[in-house]
């Protein structure tokens, strides 16, 4: 999850802590927040970005403290927040940055602003898409540099590559507007502009959305058909969230309400799927896993919740799982306290 808290896009000591102990939390995978392929693609001025030199460096040593310690693979998630740039801090409101806070100009398929008060976005131009492509092509080969496992792209929660496959926020009239096939055109772009280069030994997926939750918008039926333009695309798995395309959306909010779109994904697009969304017990994750309703179950706030989330399911599910030798003495089979552990 989004952490806020960069400097001017370079990772820090915050990281370096908050990274450091994800690493070794039981989980076999995780995923860096998600992090702006240019200065001007940040959601806020705290966030993580990987456009420059000096990103690259000081991430550097967040990838070596965790390969060092840690026992998870690493990924990384890239993408470009578009019309939502240019906001606030989440706990200094999370609005739109206002005159005296050092706002910049969004740019968006459409000039449509994502809620009421918020920056109206400057209408992409050809030249835009082909800065902004780059600009992904130019992260992946730091992330690929930094030796990470797996690239994520983002193309969800109403940024970037999300607005254009939305009709709620592309209402263009050229041929990156219009059809599905045309909405999809700049994403596609992205992505096989990034598939050329990225190995196709290590793991190269999207986040995406399952429905927009507006009428009009993206659809169930809609997201399997984009999956299968993605899975065509070349890439090896989605993971599957919903909404935040406008605020207006009613989201149904219960445990695993996301799940049923990653099942239908799985089922009619053929492509691996990982689940996300109000997935907090090792049960109802193990249950999504093996009814197959998703090859994998990706968690956020649960692990900020309880970072060593992946032990507390490894004990549920009697399952052995890695460890650091220094907490080796906290594992089932040495602790007596893990009897009283629930």
């Known amino acids: 999850m989004c952490q806020y808290s960069a400097h001017d896009g370079c990772a820090n000591d915050w990281h370096l802590m908050h990274l450091g102990t994800l690493a070794q939390s039981g989980a076999a995978l995780l995923i860096f927040e998600a992090t702006a392929v240019e200065r001007h693609g940040r959601i806020t001025h705290g966030c993580l970005g990987l456009y420059n030199d000096a990103n690259e460096a000081e991430l550097a040593k967040i990838v070596a403290h965790c390969r060092r ?9 890239i993408g470009h927040a578009g019309r939502k740039a240019s906001a606030q801090l989440p706990w200094d409101g999370g609005h ?11 740019i968006a398929p459409s000039p449509i602003g994502f809620a009421e008060n918020w920056h109206v976005p400057r209408t992409m131009t ?5 800065r902004v ?18 690239l994520e792209l983002h193309g969800a929660h109403g940024y970037l590559l999300h607005s254009f496959m939305s009709p709620i926020s ?10 599905l096939a045309n909405r999809m055109r700049f994403p596609l772009e992205v992505i096989a502009a990034v598939r050329d280069m990225w190995p196709k030994e290590r793991g190269l997926g999207m986040r995406m959305t399952g429905s927009d939750w507006l009428v009009g918008g993206i659809t169930p039926d809609d997201a399997v058909t984009i ?3 993605l899975r065509d695309g070349g890439l090896d798995y989605v993971c599957v969230s919903s909404g935040g ?5 009613k989201v149904k909010l219960e445990p695993g309400y996301q799940v049923p779109f990653a099942a239908k994904i799985r089922k009619e697009a053929n492509l691996p799927t990982w689940a996300v969304g109000l997935i907090t017990t090792p049960a109802q994750a193990e249950a999504v896993v093996a009814e197959g309703k998703a090859d994998m179950v990706a968690l956020a706030r649960a692990m900020l919740d309880n970072p060593h989330w992946g032990w507390m399911a490894a004990r549920a599910l009697r399952a052995d799982i890695s460890r650091p030798s220094q907490y080796l003495r906290a594992a089932d089979a040495v602790w007596p306290g893990a009897t009283y552990v629930d």
């Open 126 to 130: 050809r030249a835009d898409m082909e």
């Open 170 to 179: 592309n209402q263009r009239d050229d041929d990156y507007g219009g059809s």
């Open 245 to 249: 395309i406008n605020p207006s959306a």
């Open 69 to 77: 310690y840690g026992t998870a693979k690493l990924g990384i998630q």
């Open 96 to 106: 739109a940055l206002q005159s005296n806070q050092d706002p910049w100009q969004t």
């Open 133 to 150: 492509r780059d600009a992904f092509v130019r992260t992946a080969e730091r992330a690929l540099r930094l030796s990470f496992d797996l």
């Open 227 to 229: 999956a299968g333009h």
